[in-house]
């Protein structure tokens, strides 16, 4: 799948709270084509007096006619994410062009294990893939490493909590950077080799990882996976910069 030369407009229909700077928007596009987890869409806000401003969101979720999700973290002075998290309204329209990408992406026949490392909003285009999974009944094994600060950061936690409960094949492990909850084990850490050793596949059973997040973080834990022998092609990444 390819983006499209067009824009989409698209209405808000409804809204979730994932964490104090985190938004779910669940949006209705008309005509839109359907996507893949993993791919994102470009967001184009216009002012009264013309000025435009563009950014890039992953999806949160896998193809649902014309729904789709995005979660949307506020940036601190940011032109658009303020925007969406604190002020645009249900049936507010906003434009959409999508889906953009086409090697970070997972699809329902692929049949490897799969691992997903996650560096705090990271995480969305990745439960895209969780999501995926489910709804197509798959029985793939995943195994996801969620790296974030406090514990009040996590994204979509009860229903992680649901789906690690509910979802046969499926592990999660935390990595606690700043501020860990009462009763975890070890000390807030950065992400580090035997976060991955312990929680990720041996590279004998040749995993399709994912990881995602800050462009530091994605390039250490990648590093730390070709270092325990994985092979640099079944390791795909996408990054963004500094959010604040």
């Not at 964490?19 to 987890?37: F, I, K, N, Q, R």
């Not at 184009?44 to 000025?51: E, I, K, N, S, W």
């Not at 006619?65 to 658009?80: I, K, M, N, S, Y």
Request: with cysteine.
């Amino acid at each position: 799948m390819s983006a499209p030369a067009s824009w989409r407009v698209a209405r808000l229909r409804e809204r979730r709270v994932e964490s104090p700077t985190a938004h779910t928007l669940l949006l209705e596009v008309p005509g839109w084509p359907g996507h893949l987890p993993g791919q994102h869409v470009d967001v184009r806000l216009t002012a009264p007096d013309g000025y435009q401003a563009a950014r890039s969101y992953s999806l949160a979720a896998p193809a649902d006619g014309d729904r789709v999700a995005l979660t949307v973290q506020r940036v601190p002075d940011g032109e658009v994410s303020p925007y969406l998290v604190d002020v645009y309204a249900e049936d507010d329209p906003v434009e959409v062009r999508g889906p953009v990408g086409g090697w970070f992406v997972w699809r329902p026949e692929q049949t490897s294990p799969v691992l997903l490392v996650a560096g705090g909003s990271g995480i969305v285009p990745l439960m895209a893939m969780v999501r995926a999974r489910r709804a197509a009944g798959s029985r793939v094994p995943f195994r996801l490493i969620y790296a974030v600060r406090t514990p009040a950061d996590v994204f979509y936690a009860d229903e992680l909590r649901r789906r690690v409960r509910d979802d046969l094949g499926l592990d999660v492990a935390y990595v606690y950077t700043r501020e860990a909850p009462a009763g975890w084990r070890g000390e807030p850490h950065r992400i580090g080799l035997a976060d991955v050793n312990s929680h990720g596949w041996p590279p004998e059973l040749e995993p399709l990882c994912y990881v995602c997040g800050p462009t530091g973080f994605v390039e250490t834990a990648a590093d730390l996976l070709v270092g325990l022998g994985h092979q640099s092609r079944r390791v795909r990444t996408e990054r963004f910069g500094p959010t604040g």
